[in-house]
């Protein structure tokens, strides 16, 4: 084993040699995911009202409450028994969070914004870092191991959410597609998009072969392949994907609410 290489990093929090303006994209990003959590718990407890809208027989329905299993049918019930406060987003919701949670993507994230483990590189942090030091993902963290099995369930989140996209495209004069349907579909499409790149998805295609050699290993290995490509790109369909869930939400809030009015583009009648 060879020695360790010891960086000259300056002592003190965010003390530096660097020149750059290191501190823009972590900043910019912690408070992006502050603004997330703060818009999200407003839209959950405080005005969970306008959560989707009817266009000439095509229904809207906003990104956060997607899908509406209050809606649904099941095991015969169609009108759920339940407490006034509880909604849609409050029941499905711990699916998205938990897997933007485990993200491997996201734990970068969180770990430089909120808890400066590092501040950034070359940049000193903490001294309650340096006492704690680095022992893995333990206690709480463990629950990041759960990231693969919350990606089997986004995965089902994403089957419902292009069906809800579906639900746009018809109207009471015949099918076609409303500004609603392409803000939702490009949703639906960046969150395709951010679980297809995830590195879970990727080691499940093929990283977990050691060789992609004929029949089914190969076709693996060219998904792993497929996988890595987007893959590269999976921090800007994590963001994307995010930003989009909020615009679509307002979208839905301003339609409803009756301030814009949304337009049908009826081309099959
Ligand atoms: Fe980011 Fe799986 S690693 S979603």
Known sequence: MGEGIKL?????????????????????????LTAALIYTAWRLVIFPDSISYELEGSKVMSPIFSPNILEWELFGLNEWDHP??????????????????????????????????????????????????????????????????????????????????????????????SFGTIIMATEAFLLTMYVTSCHALRHLAGGSLDRWVSGISAFRGKLFKKISVFNRSHGFWFWTSLGFVFLGDLWTIVVAEGHINDMAFVILG
């Open 84 to 177: 006034g406060w509880v909604n849609a987003a409050i029941l499905v919701l711990w699916i998205p969070f938990g897997f933007r949670g485990t993200c491997y993507y996201m734990r970068r994230v969180y770990y430089r914004t909120f808890f400066q483990s590092p501040t950034a590189c070359w940049v000193d942090e903490p001294d309650i870092n340096k006492k704690i030091g680095y022992g893995g993902e333990k206690r709480l963290f463990i629950f990041n191991n759960l990231h693969r099995y919350f990606l089997y369930a986004a995965i089902i989140i994403i089957a419902i959410k292009w069906w809800d996209v579906t639900h746009t495209l018809h109207f009471d004069e015949g099918w076609g597609f």
């Open 8 to 32: 000259p990093v300056i002592n003190g929090l965010g003390r530096t040699d660097r020149i750059d303006k290191w501190w823009r994209q972590p900043l910019a990003m912690g408070i992006a």
